[in-house]
């Protein structure tokens, strides 16, 4: 899918999971896209899982936005104070459209937290409360954060929250970044874990001295070997 076709399905009010490999335009076709919805006098909540990816985007993290804070269950108490947080609710009753990115970063808990915050001050048992949801993202790059004593984490598409969101999956599939095509190639085998004989030729071929001038100004790669002891 190219980022028009996307753009178009996003117009549609439809929620939206926008994903492509790194380069295919996802940043680029959002932008698009929340311009056009400022023009139509529609002021969209640009959140992201985490705060570095919020700076990148110019919003606030998903967690701010919502009110709930590093929490991903709340009790009865806790839910009560979150709805009345005056800042957070008026931000969800203006929403019509809330775009989430690094969304393979927000794991199953904190998304359904999400929708049911949102169904709460919306007061509607629609998914997130009617508004519409543009989940962006790569699922091959960064999983959910969690600290060290924290069960297993699940990742956002098996939430509840998600299913019920019926996503429309708009895969960008042109390359803006790369030209090259062996490189790329080479990239994509990597992402999903499909290297052959030809890719590691491809690398190899790459191989210079270490002694060499041409080294001084090139970028280096070091891998890091995992190794089973005993």
């Known amino acids: 899918m190219n980022q028009d076709t996307a753009l178009s399905i996003l117009k549609t009010g439809e929620n939206v999971f926008l994903t492509g490999e790194p380069g295919s335009g996802k940043t680029h076709t959002i932008n698009r896209y929340v311009a056009y919805l400022k023009e139509h006098g529609i002021e969209p909540a640009i959140t992201a899982s985490t705060g570095i990816a919020a700076t990148h985007i110019g919003g606030m993290t998903i967690h701010s936005w919502s009110g709930i804070g590093i929490k991903k269950e709340l009790s009865p108490t806790d839910f009560g104070r979150v709805i009345s947080l005056r800042r957070a609710s008026a931000r969800i009753k203006k929403a019509g459209v809330l775009i989430i990115d690094e969304i393979s970063m927000l794991d199953s808990k904190t998304l359904n937290l999400i929708d049911t915050v949102c169904r709460a001050i919306k007061r509607s048992q629609e998914p997130f409360g009617g508004i519409q949801i543009v989940l962006v993202g790569d699922f091959f790059q960064l999983p959910p954060v969690r600290r060290e004593d ?48 030809e890719h590691r030729q491809c690398l190899n071929d790459c191989l210079v001295n270490s002694d060499s001038p041409k080294i001084k100004n090139v970028t280096k790669f070091f891998p890091i070997m995992k190794t089973l002891i005993g």
């Not at 984490?153 to 790369?178: D, I, P």
Request: a negative charge; hydrophobic letters at 40%.
């Open 150 to 197: 924290e069960e297993p984490y699940k990742f956002a598409f098996e939430s509840g929250a998600w299913m019920a969101a019926n996503l429309s999956v708009c895969y960008l599939t042109e390359q803006h970044r790369q030209s090259d095509s062996k490189f790329l190639g080479v990239l994509s085998a990597i992402r999903s874990g499909q290297v052959l004989e």
